[in-house]
């Protein structure tokens, strides 16, 4: 598809105002979005943009003069049905008519402030702005409809996208063709809006038809793999031997030549550092460009990153953890950790390991770039555009103005679209070759260049008093770190003063009431020259969870304490474990309570066979600040003569605040369980050469159908503010697991993923 630049269009809207305005719509683009927007959801007719005066109080929903109600997203889709989540929370304000609403995918502009699709903070951060601007609209609706009627204000409602007074009443289009929509609201009246109580509502926590299945499901929707330009060709990198520490000294590009449609092999100037050492084999059709890119012949010049093993980056993690002094310390209120653990009666250590991770999204990155009018367009599925532009703009020599990222829905994300690494190589091409460049990377392409989840080693240790009683613990993780690879500014500083990644470490942090509480985030330099650390669907707590919930039944234990006795005692819910308004409300107490719902829904203490296990744990998902509380419990059946773990059932409760799309809330639990289930028993690859072992299927395997357990989740019904979903029920599922082996067994495995030949092992020691 062939998208012509946007005109630049006047921003009435700032921070300090929320202007209330009826435009009328330029007779170019008739009833459109504003500049920078783009319908990746093909309308059916009742949807056709129409001429005329359009309400837009607000960049971030409009409404034409035949009761459309048009919601800009500027969070990427990727399966995770965000837009119909946050179009939900404004329409529901809006009063509009579901079935009049479409979603707009916004291309790059600065109004939309950062565009950042992760974290599972989509329908967090944006539920106050979208709440407020839905209420706003409809007061105003509200207010000029009652004028047309002819009625006082206060005897209408809003409601199914028409002003109604009694038997009367104006739908919201024709109040638009005809009313005078100049209203303004000052910022502290924005705040001071009433919102709906819950008992008010229509859409949130509704069943709710969602607004992008039909096209994806007809096969409308438009990915970034689908985009085309006239005169475009196709790129396929030749990958160098290393991801940072390659120079090219020579091309052969002989062989290729014989491949119908090969163009030419370039070696990128990347003055960004992104993707140094990278070919581009240029063809006129992707078929050629793959061929062609077997047969050309490089000689780079390599650092010792090129040798690199799993067993380097282990050990090498393991030595910078032995020094105490190492890391970043994070504050978690305070005390001597040293001292306590000197007064001690009895300690207990473990360390816990993990694998690499691979994305493996259905969609391989893929990106086309080409100039024109003086402008760098990219066309691509991102999920972080605020992340890459700058780099784009170092890369290219362009002011971050003279590039703009086009908006494609994402044939999966998890993650790996947070890192937009791969539209520089295409952009680099475009400008070199002066026309469209459309690079699509192979599936083994694809899991090289990957930003994997780093490979991990955690040590953690705990100090019991004379009754038993944990005074102290003690918590260091090394992991590679993907804010120092690709948002080295969002680095924080710990109290003593060293920077860390808080996504390489967060879930260290919890809830527990242990006295003393000391955690230190480490970087393993070797793995961030060695790879392009990644995020991956829960980062940080997808492993230190593992750890922290594997150490904490290995702690109730040693003492003789029921695990999850042990745990219910330690979430007390005081002092810094107390919770605050508005996101933390409760605090551990509503771990605990997921916890106990959990335990006693999966029969917490009842019998079971021989070598069969439950197994319990609870999290807060991902953040301190905005904590989605979740305990899982799993029950398994090991088969000691293969090794083998057979995983059940697994059962989950999850306490996220209020829940916006019941239907996609169960999807996203569905899917997070999935792949905590894969993870932990299924899914991790190694290091050697310097990259990563598994490049295709083959060998990498995640969890099969056949492996999937039963699934009994559910929600604990709250009024709360709206918390993540995308991620949190990832970071329960393999400690469960692990515990439940455990239970079964007598064994403890500290390594991710457990393979069969761990547990034997294990059991010949």
């Given at each position: 598809m062939n998208r012509p630049l946007r005109p630049s269009e006047e921003v009435v809207i700032s921070r300090r105002t929320f202007l209330i305005s009826s435009v009328a719509a330029g007779a170019t683009f008739g009833f459109g979005p504003p500049a920078g927007a783009t319908n990746l959801l093909p309308l059916p007719d009742p949807f056709k943009q129409t001429r005329g005066p359009l309400f837009e109080p607000t960049i971030w929903f409009s409404i034409g003069t035949n009761g459309v109600t048009s919601i800009n997203i500027a969070k990427a889709e990727m399966g995770q049905h965000i837009g119909t989540a946050l179009a939900r929370i404004l329409a529901d304000e809006l009063e509009a008519d579901w079935s009049q609403v479409r979603l707009v995918s916004v291309d790059t502009d600065p109004k939309w402030g950062p565009m950042i699709t992760g974290g599972s903070t989509s329908v967090w951060s944006s539920y106050p702005d979208f709440s407020r601007a839905g209420a706003a609209g409809r007061m105003t609706l509200i207010e000029e409809g009652a004028k047309l009627l002819g009625v006082d204000p206060l005897d209408c409602v809003a409601r199914q996208g028409r002003v109604v007074a009694s038997d009367r009443s104006i739908g919201y289009g024709e109040i638009v063709r005809r009313g005078d929509l100049s209203r303004r609201f000052s910022a502290d009246e924005l705040k001071a809006l009433k919102i709906k109580t819950p008992d008010k509502r229509t859409l949130i926590g509704r069943p709710t038809r969602a607004l992008d299945i039909p096209p994806k499901t007809k096969g409308e929707a438009v990915y970034g793999i689908d985009a085309e330009v006239e005169n475009m060709v196709f790129a396929r990198p030749k990958l160098p031997p290393t991801r940072y520490g390659s120079k090219v000294l020579s091309i052969d590009d002989s062989a290729a030549r014989k491949v119908k449609g090969y163009l030419r092999s370039t070696a990128l100037d990347d003055p960004?550092?992104?993707?140094?050492?990278?070919?581009?084999?240029?063809?006129?059709?992707?078929?050629?460009?793959v061929r062609a890119t077997e047969l050309v012949q490089v000689a780079w010049q390599n650092d010792e990153t090129a040798q690199v093993s799993d067993n380097d980056l282990q050990a090498h993690a393991s030595r910078l953890i032995a020094d105490p002094a190492a890391g970043a310390v994070l504050d978690t209120g305070g005390g001597d950790a040293a001292s306590a653990f000197g007064q001690a009666k009895t300690t207990v250590e473990a360390t816990y390991t993990t694998a690499g991770v691979l994305h493996f999204q259905l969609e391989p990155v893929n990106a086309l770039a080409f100039e024109k009018d003086g402008v760098m367009e990219i066309h691509t599925g991102n999920q972080a555009q605020s992340f890459i532009l700058p780099v784009l703009s170092k890369a290219l020599g362009l002011p971050p103005e003279k590039i703009v990222m086009r908006t494609y829905l994402i044939g999966g994300g998890f993650g790996r679209r947070l890192n937009g690494d791969y539209s520089v190589p295409a952009a680099l091409a475009a400008k070199a070759l002066r026309r469209p460049v459309k690079m699509i990377l192979t599936r083994a392409d694809d899991s090289v260049l990957d930003s994997i989840r780093s490979p991990t080693v955690q040590t953690l240790k705990i100090g019991f008093d004379a009754d038993r009683r944990p005074?102290?613990?003690?918590?260091?993780?090394?992991?590679?770190?993907?804010?120092?690879?690709?948002?080295?500014?969002?680095?924080?500083?710990?109290?003593?003063?060293?920077?860390y990644d808080p996504f390489s470490i967060a879930g260290a942090d919890h809830w527990y009431d242990v006295g003393v509480l000391r955690v230190r985030a480490i970087n393993n330099d070797l793995a961030q020259k060695s790879f392009r650390p990644g995020w991956l669907r829960a980062v940080a707590p997808g492993w230190t969870n593992w750890a922290l919930e594997s150490f904490m039944d290995e702690a109730a234990r040693s003492i003789g304490q029921d695990p999850l006795v042990f745990r219910l005692a330690r979430l007390t819910g005081r002092g810094i474990n107390a919770g605050s308004a508005p996101n933390a409300v409760g605090g551990a107490n509503r771990q605990a309570n997921v916890l106990r719902r959990v335990a006693e829904r999966a029969g917490w203490g009842r019998s079971l066979p021989a070598n069969t296990g439950l197994g319990l744990a609870s999290s807060f998902g991902q953040e301190r600040g905005m904590p989605t509380w979740c305990a899982c419990a799993a029950e398994v059946e090991v088969d000691r003569r293969a090794g083998v773990v057979a995983v059940r059932k697994l059962w989950l409760d999850i306490d996220a605040g209020t829940i916006i799309d019941p239907d996609g809330a169960r999807a996203q639990a569905e899917g997070a369980m999935l792949w905590g289930l894969s993870m932990a028993l299924h899914e991790g690859t190694d290091f050697a050469n310097g990259k990563v072992r598994d490049t295709n299927l083959d060998t990498y395997t995640p969890v099969r159908i056949s492996d999937v357990p039963e699934f009994d989740i559910a929600f604990v019904d709250s009024v709360e503010a709206p918390m993540g979903l995308g991620e949190p029920p990832t970071t329960v599922v393999a400690p469960a697991i692990g515990n439940a082996i455990f239970a079964a067994t007598g064994i403890r495995l500290r390594r991710l993923p457990i393979r069969p030949g761990d547990l034997l092992a294990a059991a010949r020691t």
């Amino acid at each position: 598809m062939n998208r012509p630049l946007r005109p630049s269009e006047e921003v009435v809207i700032s921070r300090r105002t929320f202007l209330i305005s009826s435009v009328a719509a330029g007779a170019t683009f008739g009833f459109g979005p504003p500049a920078g927007a783009t319908n990746l959801l093909p309308l059916p007719d009742p949807f056709k943009q129409t001429r005329g005066p359009l309400f837009e109080p607000t960049i971030w929903f409009s409404i034409g003069t035949n009761g459309v109600t048009s919601i800009n997203i500027a969070k990427a889709e990727m399966g995770q049905h965000i837009g119909t989540a946050l179009a939900r929370i404004l329409a529901d304000e809006l009063e509009a008519d579901w079935s009049q609403v479409r979603l707009v995918s916004v291309d790059t502009d600065p109004k939309w402030g950062p565009m950042i699709t992760g974290g599972s903070t989509s329908v967090w951060s944006s539920y106050p702005d979208f709440s407020r601007a839905g209420a706003a609209g409809r007061m105003t609706l509200i207010e000029e409809g009652a004028k047309l009627l002819g009625v006082d204000p206060l005897d209408c409602v809003a409601r199914q996208g028409r002003v109604v007074a009694s038997d009367r009443s104006i739908g919201y289009g024709e109040i638009v063709r005809r009313g005078d929509l100049s209203r303004r609201f000052s910022a502290d009246e924005l705040k001071a809006l009433k919102i709906k109580t819950p008992d008010k509502r229509t859409l949130i926590g509704r069943p709710t038809r969602a607004l992008d299945i039909p096209p994806k499901t007809k096969g409308e929707a438009v990915y970034g793999i689908d985009a085309e330009v006239e005169n475009m060709v196709f790129a396929r990198p030749k990958l160098p031997p290393t991801r940072y520490g390659s120079k090219v000294l020579s091309i052969d590009d002989s062989a290729a030549r014989k491949v119908k449609g090969y163009l030419r092999s370039t070696a990128l100037d990347d003055p960004s550092g992104t993707v140094p050492g990278w070919v581009m084999v240029i063809a006129e059709t992707y078929p050629a460009a793959v061929r062609a890119t077997e047969l050309v012949q490089v000689a780079w010049q390599n650092d010792e990153t090129a040798q690199v093993s799993d067993n380097d980056l282990q050990a090498h993690a393991s030595r910078l953890i032995a020094d105490p002094a190492a890391g970043a310390v994070l504050d978690t209120g305070g005390g001597d950790a040293a001292s306590a653990f000197g007064q001690a009666k009895t300690t207990v250590e473990a360390t816990y390991t993990t694998a690499g991770v691979l994305h493996f999204q259905l969609e391989p990155v893929n990106a086309l770039a080409f100039e024109k009018d003086g402008v760098m367009e990219i066309h691509t599925g991102n999920q972080a555009q605020s992340f890459i532009l700058p780099v784009l703009s170092k890369a290219l020599g362009l002011p971050p103005e003279k590039i703009v990222m086009r908006t494609y829905l994402i044939g999966g994300g998890f993650g790996r679209r947070l890192n937009g690494d791969y539209s520089v190589p295409a952009a680099l091409a475009a400008k070199a070759l002066r026309r469209p460049v459309k690079m699509i990377l192979t599936r083994a392409d694809d899991s090289v260049l990957d930003s994997i989840r780093s490979p991990t080693v955690q040590t953690l240790k705990i100090g019991f008093d004379a009754d038993r009683r944990p005074v102290v613990m003690d918590h260091a993780a090394v992991a590679g770190w993907p804010t120092k690879a690709m948002f080295p500014v969002g680095l924080v500083k710990g109290t003593n003063g060293a920077l860390y990644d808080p996504f390489s470490i967060a879930g260290a942090d919890h809830w527990y009431d242990v006295g003393v509480l000391r955690v230190r985030a480490i970087n393993n330099d070797l793995a961030q020259k060695s790879f392009r650390p990644g995020w991956l669907r829960a980062v940080a707590p997808g492993w230190t969870n593992w750890a922290l919930e594997s150490f904490m039944d290995e702690a109730a234990r040693s003492i003789g304490q029921d695990p999850l006795v042990f745990r219910l005692a330690r979430l007390t819910g005081r002092g810094i474990n107390a919770g605050s308004a508005p996101n933390a409300v409760g605090g551990a107490n509503r771990q605990a309570n997921v916890l106990r719902r959990v335990a006693e829904r999966a029969g917490w203490g009842r019998s079971l066979p021989a070598n069969t296990g439950l197994g319990l744990a609870s999290s807060f998902g991902q953040e301190r600040g905005m904590p989605t509380w979740c305990a899982c419990a799993a029950e398994v059946e090991v088969d000691r003569r293969a090794g083998v773990v057979a995983v059940r059932k697994l059962w989950l409760d999850i306490d996220a605040g209020t829940i916006i799309d019941p239907d996609g809330a169960r999807a996203q639990a569905e899917g997070a369980m999935l792949w905590g289930l894969s993870m932990a028993l299924h899914e991790g690859t190694d290091f050697a050469n310097g990259k990563v072992r598994d490049t295709n299927l083959d060998t990498y395997t995640p969890v099969r159908i056949s492996d999937v357990p039963e699934f009994d989740i559910a929600f604990v019904d709250s009024v709360e503010a709206p918390m993540g979903l995308g991620e949190p029920p990832t970071t329960v599922v393999a400690p469960a697991i692990g515990n439940a082996i455990f239970a079964a067994t007598g064994i403890r495995l500290r390594r991710l993923p457990i393979r069969p030949g761990d547990l034997l092992a294990a059991a010949r020691t």
